[in-house]
DNA sequence: GCCAACGTTGGC
DNA sequence: GCCAACGTTGGC
């Protein structure tokens, strides 16, 4: 059995909201749209189903991580990038050669006390090597430590 | 809305 | 293979 492993997933809540998701049948959606290639790796080549990752709100008014999700399948080619009418389309990625791929993934919590990217910032030290305090960071799918992970979830419990 | 930091592109 | 130009990200 493989250990599995944490992650946080950014999305512009104006795009796509945590409550979005919680409106999705089953409350599970297809992380797709992703067009880095570093995210990419994550996942295609890390994630694995029953892994947990951070829901995060970014680009708004209080950046914010707003939920857990769990990735409920293993990576496979995002047909967006195969599809000239989506604004994901990518005409390099080809049907034989994906270039591009992406998760399912189900809503497990909304917090009922977001966590601001501001109270995070209170703890440089606990979550040293965070990649989401690292300056200037774009990754949009990134991992999160298992002890970054159980310090995080230790805030949302004293609010 | 601003702008610094970043990743990608393409000419050479 | 370098690197300037460009477009995008994302906090503020």
């Not at 919590?109 to 990217?117: G, N, Q």
Request: proline content about 9%; overall charge positive.
């Amino acid at each position: 059995m493989n250990q599995s492993r944490y992650w946080l997933l950014k999305s512009e809540p104006k795009s796509f909201s945590i409550d979005d998701l919680a409106a999705c049948p089953e409350q599970t959606t297809q992380w797709d749209g992703v067009r880095n290639y570093q995210a990419r790796n994550y996942l295609r080549d890390q994630m694995q189903p029953g892994d947990l990752g951070f829901f995060y709100h970014s680009n708004c008014k209080q950046p914010s991580i707003v939920g857990i999700v769990e990735i409920c399948s293993a990576g496979y080619p995002d047909p967006t990038a195969f599809d000239p009418e989506s604004p994901y389309f990518d005409p390099k990625s080809r049907i034989e050669r994906p270039r591009w791929f992406m998760v399912d993934v189900r809503l497990v919590e909304k917090f009922s006390h977001p966590l601001p990217l501001k109270r995070l910032q209170q703890y440089r030290k606990e979550l040293e090597g965070l990649t989401l305090l690292q300056r200037g960071h774009r990754l949009s799918v990134m991992p999160v430590a298992p002890e970054h992970w159980r310090f995080i979830l230790s805030l949302t419990e004293k609010p």
